[in-house]
Nanobody, 128 residues
Framework: VQLQASGGGLVQAGGSLRLSCAAS??????????VAWFRQAPGKEREGVSC????????TYADSVKGRFTISRDNAKNTMYLQMNSLKPEDTAVYYC????????????????????WGQGTQVTVSS
């Protein structure tokens, strides 16, 4: 299983970015899985941003990004996305995607310890 995150960059506060996570070794169109975005700022612990699970429903967001970020997936491209709008300087971090071959309960879907496979990270910097 490989996860390739991309789409990070430098943006001004209030701007938008869309992150992508291309997956190989498993298919979004079948099976049970959970995939998520995490972020880690310098000197801080890795925190869950958003997760989405197999099936027709089941996604959640950290309170800090609700209403600004949207997670989605494209089964045909086997890619997960994170649309980030109204970005704030405090959103600055390295963003990682992660996967687990299990439909995790929403209560643990944003817990980094729930995940087995990780992408390499993409830097997001929001200037004030």
């Amino acid at each position: 299983v490989q996860l390739q995150a991309s789409g990070g960059g430098l943006v001004q506060a209030g701007g938008s970015l869309r992150l992508s996570c291309a997956a190989s070794g498993f298919a979004f169109a079948s099976g049970s899985y959970s995939v998520a975005w995490f972020r880690q700022a310098p000197g801080k612990e890795r925190e869950g941003v958003s997760c989405i699970r197999s099936g027709s429903s089941g996604s959640t967001y950290a309170d800090s990004v609700k209403g600004r970020f949207t997670i989605s997936r494209d089964n045909a491209k086997n890619t997960m996305y994170l649309q980030m709008n109204s970005l704030k300087p405090e959103d600055t971090a390295v963003y990682y995607c992660a996967a687990r071959f299990r439909r995790l309960p929403l209560s643990v879907c944003l817990d980094p310890s729930s995940y087995v496979y990780w992408g390499q990270g993409t830097q997001v910097t929001v200037s004030s």
